[in-house]
């Protein structure tokens, strides 16, 4: 399974960026997926995730900002980022599990400044 994510970039606080996610390779139909997010000197934490089914988890500081979406068709996870806030800026890593095996993207930079 290959993840590669696209969208990040630099944006000025109160903006707004999307990030999209598309899987490849041999991936089961049933599969949870999200982002995760990694600041420098800090540990890599759940931002937001979403089942084959639709339900969605967020964490407490995103909830209300940013909406986690899919396209089951197309292998495709989107985050859409709003209300963008210094303290977002991190790397943003794919993430997908299935058959309990976990894959990552490679990341893409975030940074959110005036």
């Known amino acids: 399974v290959q993840l590669q994510a696209s969208g990040g970039g630099l944006v000025q606080p109160e903006g707004s960026l999307m990030l999209s996610c598309t899987a490849s390779g041999n991936i089961f139909s049933i599969y949870v997926t999200g982002w995760y997010r990694q600041a420098p000197g800090q540990q890599r934490d759940m931002v937001a995730t979403?089942?084959?089914?639709?339900?969605?988890n967020y964490a407490d500081s995103v909830k209300g900002r940013f909406t986690i979406s899919r396209d089951n068709a197309q292998n495709t996870v989107y985050l859409q980022m709003n209300s963008l806030k210094p303290e977002d800026t991190a790397v943003y890593y794919c993430?997908?599990?299935?058959?309990?095996?976990?894959?990552w993207g490679r990341g893409t930079q975030v940074t959110v400044s005036s």
């Open positions: 993430w997908l599990r299935t058959r309990g095996y976990d894959y």
């Open positions: 979403i089942t084959s089914g639709g339900s969605t």
